[in-house]
């Protein structure tokens, strides 16, 4: 039974993201990618990518239709009303962890592909596992971009007007002041908002703000409500990845329930 499951799960994806490719439905989306620590270590810290996957993704993306574009360049053509480029990805990675800059870095250079990384300002050099100033400046000369992911990682939703306020400034001034350019991106912990955050978000004065949910994005998504989808150690072949980036999974994530 268990070896049916598997077999119809595989078909699903398969039908599913022939089906998204025939229909060039990624044309005018743009899919945000979402990654945290890219490391073999998988005892402690979650969510992970081993190294290895990551760059067979980085591969597959390369060699494929995807288009990866800069996220200043999705909130532009979303602000501007100007065509998205076809199949066009966004890479970020959330919290600042180091191997970013020691794994993640090198391969997204190595494909000449731009990267947002959203900081949690507070984590900043505290510890081994993750980014100092140093290695962020060094990555910000070669065109990474750095956005907000708050100063402490709070539940946001559960925060008293007063600290949401510090959580949303104090990162945004750390960064300005660090890297002497405006921090305009912002990384919703735990993906967790409510409208009156989007709200606070967009008058502290960033341009943008991403979350959660697993959809492309299209001109007509909210810069305030960018979807991103998860990349995770199960994403580990082309197979994987083609259903990913196509959305199949959400189908198949369907089909799971009901079977
Ligand atoms: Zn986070």
């Known amino acids: 039974m268990k070896k049916l499951k598997k077999s119809i799960s595989t078909l699903i994806d398969y039908v599913t993201s022939l089906i998204h490719s025939s229909l060039h439905s990624e044309q005018q989306r743009c899919r945000i990618l979402e990654f945290h620590s890219i490391s073999d270590d998988f005892s402690g810290r979650m969510p992970i990518l081993s190294p290895s996957a990551f760059h067979e993704f980085m591969k597959y993306i390369y060699n494929s239709k995807y288009t990866?574009?800069?996220?200043?360049?999705?909130?532009?053509?979303l602000e501007q009303i100007k065509p998205l480029p076809k199949n066009s990805l966004v890479i970020t990675f959330d919290d600042g962890y180091k191997d970013n800059f020691l794994t993640a870095f090198p391969i997204l250079e190595k494909?000449?592909?731009?990267?947002?990384?959203f900081l949690v300002t507070g984590w900043i050099g505290k510890n081994p596992t993750y980014l100092s100033w140093k290695e962020i400046k060094q990555m910000h000369s070669s065109g990474i971009l750095f956005g907000s992911h708050t100063d402490t990682h709070p539940y946001l939703t559960k925060l008293p007007p007063e600290k949401l306020e510090h959580e949303l400034k104090k990162s945004k001034e750390i960064i300005e002041n660090k890297l002497g350019t405006e921090c305009w991106a912002f990384s919703y912990p735990y993906g967790k908002?409510?409208?009156?955050?989007r709200e606070k978000v967009k008058k502290i004065g960033y341009k943008c703000a991403v979350s959660k949910g697993e959809k492309s994005n299209t001109l007509r998504t909210?810069?305030?409500?960018?979807?991103?989808t998860f990349i995770y150690e199960t994403?580990?072949?082309?197979?994987?990845?083609?259903?990913?980036?196509?959305?199949?999974?959400?189908?198949?994530?369907?089909?799971?329930?009901?079977?």
Do not use: K, M
């Open 68 to 77: 990866v574009i800069s996220l200043n360049h999705l909130v532009e053509c």
């Open 111 to 117: 494909y000449n592909f731009p990267a947002t990384i």
């Open 193 to 197: 908002v409510n409208e009156s955050i």
């Open 222 to 228: 909210p810069l305030f409500e960018l979807s991103r």
């Open 235 to 259: 994403d580990i072949t082309p197979h994987h990845f083609r259903v990913r980036l196509s959305g199949a999974h959400q189908w198949r994530r369907l089909w799971s329930q009901t079977l």
